[in-house]
Nanobody, 121 residues
Framework: QVQLAESGGGFVQAGGSLRLSCAAS????????MGWYRQAPGKQRELVAS???????DYTDSATGRFTISRDNAKNTVYLQMSRLKPEDTAVYYC???????????????WGQGTQVTVSS
């Protein structure tokens, strides 16, 4: 089993910054893609940013230029640096990891419990 532990959410005024972290632990052989989704009240969960094991990144349009995703493979950790935050960024942010576990050929998606980000206007 693999667990993802998120941290770094909170309350911030518009224009401010927050940094989210998500550390994976457990029976991990390789983590392929990692990333962040978010879900605002009454809306579907949407992908914010993702990063491959080799560091290739992808961002949703609304995050491009304001958010930066990075990872530390030695620590099995992914980060999301969010800058110039807007009220519409308010949501619960979930990290995910595409994991191959030890002694298993299959890959599985794991999710964090979510961390609230609230941006006031």
């Amino acid at each position: 089993q693999v667990q993802l532990a998120e941290s770094g959410g909170g309350f911030v005024q518009a224009g401010g910054s927050l940094r989210l972290s998500c550390a994976a632990s457990g029976s991990i052989r390789t983590i392929y893609n990692m990333g962040w989704y978010r879900q605002a009240p009454g809306k579907q969960r949407e992908l914010v940013a993702s990063i491959s094991y080799g560091g290739r990144t992808d961002y949703t349009d609304s995050a491009t230029g304001r958010f930066t995703i990075s990872r530390d493979n030695a620590k099995n950790t992914v980060y999301l640096q969010m800058s110039r935050l807007k009220p519409e960024d308010t949501a619960v942010y979930y990290c995910y990891a595409d994991v191959r576990e030890e002694y298993d050929r299959n890959r599985y998606d794991y999710w964090g419990q979510g961390t609230q980000v609230t941006v006031s206007s």
